[in-house]
T-cell receptor, first 114, second 109 residues
Framework: NAGVTQTPKFRVLKTGQSMTLLCAQD?????MYWYRQDPGMGLRLIHY???????AKGEVPDGYNVSRLKKQNFLLGLESAAPSQTSVYFC?????????????FGPGTRLTVL | GQNIDQPTEMTATEGAIVQINCTYQ??????LFWYQQHAGEAPTFLSY??LDGLEEKGRFSSFLSRSKGYSYLLLKELQMKDSASYLC??????????WGAGTKLIIKP
């Protein structure tokens, strides 16, 4: 099992460009999450999904969109990148609540917006 | 509001014991997680406490006091590979994780 994978690992964008980050998990997990991690701050939830076809906003959703067309994939889109979106982005997944709430993380995507 | 507090950085000596504290304030509470994160890598699960008391897992132990909103992670027989950030996270009433900023642990020979 590969667990949770993310592509790409690194990316540099110019202000105003768009991109999509892909997260895939092979553990048949229901829940998937997108976080950003910035120096000196805790992980902040951007968007999450409780199942195929569902998405919900987290703590810092502005400037991002997501889609969960297939259970194993969760896409994070930046329509018009801004320097404030320079960060490390982590995807995570877990089984449905009540089974276990342990989240498993992908290796991260390091994004720089110039 | 919801808040997790933990020290920014700690230093300890190889072979010694270190305790990393975490206090939390959340809307409801469904458990407390500790994750380890090496520099440039993803967080990995260490422990989960939902009842008061101490959970031991090899060299690592985690303690929870729900009445005090307090947890600690105890690392024994420190090794150089334990140099990492340790993230405390509380599960709120909506089963969302509220994360602390992490404690960077530096191990010296």
């Amino acid at each position: 099992n590969a667990g949770v994978t993310q592509t790409p690992k690194f990316r540099v964008l110019k202000t105003g460009q768009s991109m999509t980050l892909l997260c895939a998990q092979d553990m048949n997990h229901e829940y998937m999450y997108w976080y950003r991690q910035d120096p000196g701050m805790g992980l902040r939830l951007i968007h999450y999904s409780v199942g195929e076809g569902t998405t919900a906003k987290g703590e810092v959703p502005d400037g991002y969109n997501v889609s969960r067309l297939k259970k194993q994939n969760f896409l994070l889109g930046l329509e018009s990148a801004a320097p404030s979106q320079t960060s490390v982005y982590f995807c995570a997944s877990k089984e449905a609540s009540g089974v276990t709430d342990t989240q498993y993380f992908g290796p991260g995507t390091r994004l720089t917006v110039l | 509001g919801q808040n997790i507090d933990q020290p920014t950085e700690m230093t300890a000596t190889e072979g010694a014991i270190v305790q990393i504290n975490c206090t939390y304030q959340t809307s409801g509470f469904n458990g407390l997680f500790w994750y380890q994160q090496h520099a440039g890598e993803a967080p990995t699960f260490l422990s989960y406490n939902v009842l008061d008391g101490l959970e031991e897992k090899g060299r690592f132990s985690s303690f929870l006091s729900r009445s005090k909103g307090y947890s600690y992670l105890l690392l024994k027989e420190l090794q150089m590979k334990d140099s990492a950030s340790y993230l405390c996270a509380a599960l709120d009433s909506n089963y969302q994780l509220i994360w602390g900023a992490g404690t960077k642990l530096i191990i010296k020979p």
